[in-house]
């Protein structure tokens, strides 16, 4: 491996960034495919998200948000805002699938939209262009796709910390040790 | 899928924990084989740790850590404290190592752990029998066991955090909605 030297943060780069995002799906399916369903539907309370819920967002994503507000921009910039995104739409579109389905929708999905990325063949003056987000106001192209890939692995970590808060009274006095139950910043 | 009830809790059970063991190798293998070694080597500043030293740290677990602790426990009780975990051995461990080796590598000693753990065929009466942690003093064997599955999540996590928040820049003023990078709590 290179030395660690300045790794904090990484400027955007295509390639990079669909590295990530090509892989997200096998990620989830590695992780969720054929687990108990008490896993699958564990939650942290209240209307917080079950991993079966987390996969259905992410499909809702790839058919609403990333490639369709990117196109978009490509053709109104900051003339017309964004359609907002619908945060719950998994809750009906979800229903009665089955999370096997949900994952094979998943990849499905999210290998049109790198087709669909790929075909737009973006340039560098493409990537600054602007468009208009209903509550964030002005964004670019750029911040899009790299917010594309930082959401991916956002609800990555979220069906981790999902499973594992299941075990916050199991794992007894290690619970000090362990960040994604005790919630400890680092 | 069942309709979400007290889903916040899981009381441990073998069959459970072992879903989750058996699974973490194949994601963490999915999220980072052939990823380009900027993210592999992307850490949070710091001594903070690359996605490559997260996974040395697994094995080490794997060599040391689980199975040889229900070992103690289960020959030993309260007489023994465990060994100190070496939270740092990765680096010398994995030192001109590849990252492809160390996931093939955890891999196969998660199988070799699993094997040892079924070939224990604990009862719930030893799942009660306590050890001797260094630090934190008395547990028992089924908190060790809820720890490892919740100690692989936490490095899941981990591992997408450190590659996400390398946008924390890029992603713009989306920022704000991505508790990944915000690091807020929820």
């Known amino acids: ?41 564990a939650h942290e309370g209240g209307d917080t998200w079950r991993p079966f819920d987390i996969v259905g967002h992410l499909i809702h994503g790839e058919r609403t948000d990333w490639v369709p507000r990117a196109r978009i921009i490509l053709e109104h910039g900051e003339a017309r805002a964004f359609d907002t995104f619908d945060r719950l739409a998994q809750f009906v579109e979800s229903e009665k699938r089955t999370l096997a389905s949900l994952l094979n929708e998943f990849a499905a999905t999210r290998r049109e939209s790198l087709r669909a990325l790929e075909a737009l063949r973006l340039t560098g003056a493409e990537l600054d262009r602007r468009g208009q ?31 594992a808060r299941q075990y916050s009274d199991e794992v007894g006095p290690w619970r000090a040790y362990l960040r994604i139950i005790s919630g400890r910043q680092g």
Chains 1, 2 share one sequence.
């Open 1 to 41: 491996m290179p030395v660690a030297t300045d790794r904090t943060r990484r400027p955007f780069a295509m390639d990079d960034a669909v590295a990530i995002l090509e892989r997200t799906p096998a990620a989830l399916d590695a992780l969720l495919r054929g687990l108990p369903d008490g896993w699958i539907a």
């Open 133 to 163: 987000h209903p509550e964030l106001g002005i964004v670019t192209l750029r911040q899009l796709l790299a917010t594309w890939v930082a959401h991916d692995l956002d609800h990555l970590a979220q069906v981790a910390r999902v499973l």
